[in-house]
């Protein structure tokens, strides 16, 4: 088996082949789905190992003093030996996984072959294909929960292990100082408990995702922000509780614990900072200083964890395996979500690069996973893909490019409210356009549309606007269930078409669409995403400027109540509310991002349509979409925000834009109305029309966003993240 080593003298990491472990009585011999990279404790060993010896005898005081008493009583030629063969010896990484049981050992009987667990342990839950772990050290995953998330069991207990020792209590308010991997958690755990938090972190990124989290407020502990909610969290007070969950050698973190505790509060070590406590400040407020010892009660015990020898309830009620058990119950549940956190899934294979990019700072992450060969094996169910199908032309139809003086001659399938209010009025106003039929299903639909914005033609029949050789281009803006037929016929046709949202509401309809584009050579297609043409939205991109590293992008979207009526309510023909307009929001994220998303995860709130969908990119971005329609009538319906490289890029639903980085950038004025980009996007259709130039989008990218929407559909009946998986 193959098994992830490293070499503390020289740093050399390696993917080696080692033998497998035998499975061994009071324990079970597990088989890896998923394991999680510590962020915060390997990166720190990976570091530590490219130091040089005097370096390494720095960061490691404690390890120098075991020398010297070593020197003392065996001597300098001994302790060298030793010390050497110890140092130039290949050690394991990794403590956290889920597997599936393969073999099972004497004395166990609360698991058998096949079943998932979640395991831990720096010397049973390796990153390995095969680990032996004994009893104490395993607990079974429950149903529905997604393996890469049952991953997580063991850094959850670490979180929740510090949060338990901190005693939080209802209403009370906590600080958390370090938004790393455990510290995002304990944000969550203490919300999920009834505090409120305030968290502290130098990384805007990081700030960022713990508010969404649940984090009442974060901010960088050397600005005036964290203390300022504080006190207005805590009436002045001071929070109840501070959990030190940050790394490095700064002191910064235990003198702030001082500065925003309250009298007599408590200040909880859960990470590995320096600990050089300010004595006056610390006795004057007579802090109460705790520390939290890994997963929990048995930690470093062996007659616990290698002896299988649990400890009685009624005296120790939360153990390491009670720990995981219980966090694992809270991620079934709901209560504590750790897919934001997932940065980047590595194949295990891809070990060593992957630590080398963490190391140089190439992948920006607050969680990495890697994926086994072998994570499909009996015991779990493949992971829920959507296809996005490959686009494919053949030669056909072509695009000439027009003359100046000849008019762009349009159809229009559909004229019902959208196409009336936001398309029509753009079109009939702009030159070297003519609006040549307007087809409806109602007879007088047409004739309204007709005398209102001056079609040449009104009709009901669909065949007559196809076979119209004088017809550049077809407007469908019908009814969701008719757009990809429509679509595929006009294409067909060898018309250049614009057709609203969505494209597809399943993935034979997207296929189908595609085999037009295929048959005909047709790929002359436009989808009505007119967000990214929004010229509040494009300024406040280009102000951005070029990124370099993963992008957080935050997207709420105050959808609102649906009027009694509705055919967006006929959800069994027309689709779900966000098939309808979801695309609108992952087409903007893509556009903002400059790619398209590889996965898709979608979670609802029960009773209603309120939906979180979180989309992963190949640069490890992420983009979390709220979908929301509970709130408040009066609050803006889009705000969106875009977190960066130091910079934060803000849109106020398309009235107000700004840009934060070195230098802030606000839009001058609030404009007379709302543009969402329909106008601009109408515009360059137009252009490609007349020139027979490129699209304004991209068909690929179309078909993406497709299909990320359709994964949102699949997601919440799987209750798992979604793959989006490019077919050859």
């Known amino acids: ?247 490095g050698g700064s002191n910064q973190p235990v003198e702030l614990a001082a500065r925003l505790a309250r009298d007599r509060g408590r200040v909880v070590d859960i990470g590995k900072c320096r600990l050089d406590l300010p004595w006056n400040a610390y006795y004057e407020k007579e802090l109460d200083v705790r520390f939290s010892r890994s997963y929990g009660p048995g930690r470093y015990d062996p007659s616990y964890e290698l002896e299988g020898r649990d400890y009685p309830i009624g005296y120790v009620r939360w153990t390491e395996r009670r720990n995981l058990a219980c966090f694992l119950d809270l991620l079934a549940r709901g209560s504590v979500d750790v897919e934001p956190l997932v940065s980047h899934v590595a194949e295990f294979d891809d070990a060593v690069e992957t630590y080398r990019q963490l190391k140089d700072g190439e992948l920006k992450a607050v969680a990495v996973l890697f994926r086994y060969p072998e994570q499909a094996a009996e015991g779990e169910a493949e992971a829920p893909s959507v296809a996005v199908p490959a686009v494919r032309r053949s030669e056909g139809t072509s695009a000439p490019a027009r003359s100046a003086k000849t008019p762009v001659r349009l159809a229009f399938v559909g004229a019902g409210n959208y196409a009336t209010s936001m398309l029509l009025p753009h079109l009939a106003q702009r030159e070297g356009v003519e609006l040549s039929t307007v087809v409806t299903t109602t007879a007088l639909s047409a004739a309204n549309a007709q005398r209102k914005f001056g079609f040449t033609q009104a009709t009901t029949d669909l065949d007559a606007v196809l076979g119209d050789k004088s017809v550049d281009a077809v407007f469908v803006v019908t009814r969701h269930s008719s757009h990809a037929e429509l679509t595929r016929q006009a294409l067909l046709a060898g018309k250049t078409v614009f057709v609203e949202k969505p494209l597809a509401l399943t993935e034979d309809e997207l296929a189908g669409v595609l085999a037009a584009v295929e048959e005909s050579g047709n790929d002359r297609l436009q989808v009505g995403f007119n967000r990214r043409f929004a010229p509040l939205l494009q300024e406040a991109k280009e102000r951005f400027g070029t990124r370099t590293g993963p992008a957080s992008l935050r997207y709420l979207v105050n959808a609102g109540k649906l009027q009694h009526g509705s055919w967006y309510l006929q959800q069994g023909a027309e689709g779900s509310r966000f098939a309808g307009e979801g695309g609108h929001f992952i087409d903007t994220a893509s556009w903002l991002l400059e790619a398209d998303p590889v996965s898709v995860y ?108 359709l994964a949102v559909h699949t997601g919440l009946a799987g209750g798992a993240p979604v793959t989006l998986a490019r077919t050859p």
């Open 1 to 247: 088996m193959k098994q992830v080593v490293q070499n503390y003298k020289s740093g050399e990491l390696a993917v080696l082949d080692v033998p497998v472990p035998g499975c061994k009585p009071g324990g079970v011999l597990v088989r890896t789905a998923y394991s999680l990279i510590s962020t915060g404790t390997e990166l720190m060993k990976v570091s530590e190992a490219g130091m040089s010896m005097l370096g390494k005898a720095r960061s490691r005081p404690d390890q120098v003093a075991k020398v010297m008493q070593s020197v003392a009583t065996n001597g300098v030629p001994a302790t060298y030996r030793k010390v050497m063969g110890k140092l130039d010896s290949y050690t394991p990484l990794g403590y956290s996984l889920c597997g599936v049981v393969e073999q099972v050992g004497a004395g166990i009987d609360d698991v058998k072959v096949g079943d998932l667990v979640a395991c831990a342990g720096n010397e049973h839950a390796l990153h390995a294909e095969l680990n032996w772990v004994p009893k104490n050290l395993y607990t079974p995953v429950p149903d529905g929960l997604a393996p890469r998330h049952a991953a997580f069991g063991t850094v959850g207990s670490i979180a929740m292990q510090g949060v338990r020792q901190g005693e939080p209590q209802l209403g009370e308010v906590a600080l958390v100082i370090g938004l790393g991997l455990i510290g995002q958690l304990v944000v969550q755990l203490l919300t999920a408990a009834g505090v409120r938090v305030v968290g502290a972190d130098p990384d805007p990124t990081r700030c960022e995702l713990a508010e969404r989290l649940g984090a009442a407020a974060c901010g960088d502990p050397a600005s005036a922000a964290v203390e300022a909610a504080v006190a207005e969290l805590t009436d002045g007070h001071g929070v109840d509780q501070v959990y030190l969950a940050a790394g």
């Open 602 to 709: 979608a979670t609802a709130a029960p009773g209603n349509e309120d939906l979180q969908v979180v989309l992963r990119y190949p640069d490890g971005s992420t983009a979390t979409i709220s979908y929301v329609t509970t709130g408040a009538s009066g609050f803006p319906k889009e705000t969106l925000d875009l977190v960066a490289d130091g910079k934060v890029l803000r849109l106020d639903d398309f009235v107000r834009a700004s840009v934060y980085g070195r230098k802030r950038w606000v839009s001058s004025r609030l404009p007379k109305a709302r543009d969402k980009g329909q106008n601009a996007e109408l515009a360059a259709f137009i252009k490609a029309v007349r020139t027979g130039g490129p699209m304004p989008v991209p068909l690929e990218s179309l078909v993406a966003t497709t299909a990320a929407t």
